[in-house]
């Protein structure tokens, strides 16, 4: 080979050397880290194209459709775990890593107190960030996820109350799910042996439980106050229970009024009105209120049934009797302090 083609020749590799060198260093660039921190959503079911522009558009990435490539040519693609991310722009290769199995998506703690209704839960998962509104209509309207021993329309009472923990893309349909699967645990073989000796249904269990959690002032009064309501409804006498008009008005507690003729409303949940229970429950009960209406406490020590309870200075005042109920009431809420 000539002298001249020999220099050609070299040229051209070193030409093309230096162009690979610069290709390579630019797309290491490209993959490189940005020195951004971004919050990113990866939906369920993303692409690597899809996930790409989500980095790129949160400055975490400098090319989407390189890291996309990445991504499908390493077989990363396929184990893209979806969720919300709180990720440093540290480079292509780690962020890949991070969203593969490498750091767990964020996830929201939210407890659910006893005694709270479905509208309740709505706002503390809005409040999260979480779908409120759409946890809400499924409670309400359930479809096919009410169980068999539902036999309201929605979902109130069985919303079980604890402390769950849920990443940032959970649906209603998940939330909804996660708590009834949390209420069925409390359906044990023993409490389903006790809903049969006390010729109890799940759904009056529940309904009944739902009053008494929120007619009691603590877990030690929950006993009594069912053995007072299952004792009533045993006599076919109304249950008489405020929360019962509360709830069929939309309003709390303190919010009656019987001035306001909040009492005479006509509701089958007004137990003013209408004897025997409500047509379900009226707020979602925790363990200590339906173990209290499979174990109550029904009758005072001479065996009288207890009949009539109130609140007043602190303590839980009960009757077996009318008489007595009403001189408890002149001296203990009527007369003055």
């Given at each position: ?104 998506p964020l996830a929201v703690t939210l407890t659910f107190p006893e005694g709270q209704r479905a509208v309740d839960y ?58 009834l699967r949390r209420f069925e645990a409390e359906l044990t073989p023993p409490v389903r042996r006790l809903l049969e ?79 025997g229970l409500p047509p379900g429950p009226i707020a979602n009960p925790g363990r200590a209120a339906l173990l209290a ?45």
């Open positions: 080979m000539p002298e001249g083609s020999r220099t050609w020749l070299w040229r051209g590799v070193l030409a093309l050397f230096v162009t690979f060198a610069l290709l390579l260093l630019y797309a290491l660039w490209l993959m490189g880290p940005t020195g951004k921190e971004a919050m990113v959503r990866i939906p369920r079911g993303a692409r690597g194209v899809e996930v790409a522009r989500v980095l790129e558009e949160a400055g975490l990435v400098r090319s989407g459709r390189l890291f996309a490539a990445y991504l499908r040519f390493s077989g990363r693609e396929r184990r893209l775990v979806p969720g919300v991310y709180r990720l440093q722009g540290d480079g292509a290769f780690r962020l890949a890593r991070a969203l593969t199995g490498g750091e767990k709505a706002e503390r998962l809005s409040q999260a960030g979480l779908d409120g509104e759409g946890f809400l209509r499924l409670a309400q309207d359930p479809g096919g996820l009410k169980p068999p021993y539902v036999e309201a329309k929605g979902l109130e009472g069985y919303l079980f109350p604890a402390t769950y923990t849920f990443d940032l893309l959970a649906t209603p349909e998940e939330v909804v799910r996660a708590m000796e006390r010729h109890l249904s799940v759904h009056a269990w529940v309904t009944l439980a739902s009053i008494v959690q929120v007619e009691a002032g603590s877990e030690a009064e929950m006993p009594k106050i069912a053995g007072v309501f299952l004792n009533r409804l045993e006599r076919g006498m109304p249950l008489q229970a405020d929360p019962t008009v509360a709830y069929a008005l939309g309003k709390s507690l303190p919010e009656l009024s019987r001035r306001a003729g909040d009492f005479a409303v006509d509701s089958p949940y007004n137990t003013y009105r209408y004897q209406v499979l174990n109550p406490v029904r009758t005072d020590e001479k065996g009288r049934p207890y009949l009539y309870f109130f609140h007043a200075k602190g303590r839980l005042f009960l009757n077996a009797d009318f008489e007595g109920h009403l001189k408890d009431l002149a001296r203990h809420r009527y007369s003055s302090p």
